[in-house]
């Protein structure tokens, strides 16, 4: 279990006294553990990606307003972050291998946007970000 890897980690952290690490960690655990607690029981592997993307998520949006801002301290604050959270995920697929994936799968040209997507998000989950797979199928479509 994903849960576990991050215990571990955050015990190292903790040991290791690294500030941002613990920081980072303890958020996760945290949305983990509510998570699981508001589910009435353990998390599915595909639960878990989703909590963890949503983590990824808010930090480029937090790396995007720092950029925004000119704020180098935060820039790099972030951006390890994304390094942190990202560890957890399962390495992501190239646009090349989400289009083979999506044409396997029954995504073809004239396809509503919305069927496509209802096909390649539970495809992809965790293999790679939204806004990547949402570009790959409007080129297919």
């Given at each position: ?54 983590e990824?998520?808010q ?56 069927e496509a ?25």
């Amino acid at each position: 279990m994903l849960k576990t890897d991050v215990f571990e980690q955050l015990k190292k952290a903790m040991k290791e006294k690294d500030v941002l690490a613990k920081g980072v960690l303890t958020l996760l655990k945290s949305a983990l553990d509510l998570a699981e607690k508001e589910k009435g029981e353990a998390l599915s592997s595909e639960e878990e990606m989703a909590i963890i993307n949503r983590e990824v998520k808010q930090t480029n949006q937090a790396l995007e307003g720092a950029q925004t801002a000119g704020r180098a301290d935060l820039i790099e604050k972030e951006e390890a972050k994304l390094v942190l959270l990202k560890s957890f995920l399962p390495k992501q697929l190239t646009e090349e291998e989400i289009a083979e994936k999506l044409v396997a799968a029954g995504v073809i040209k004239g396809m509503n946007m919305g069927e496509a997507m209802k096909i390649a998000k539970p495809l992809l989950t965790g293999q790679a970000e939204g806004a990547v797979i949402s570009k790959v199928v409007k080129g297919l479509i």
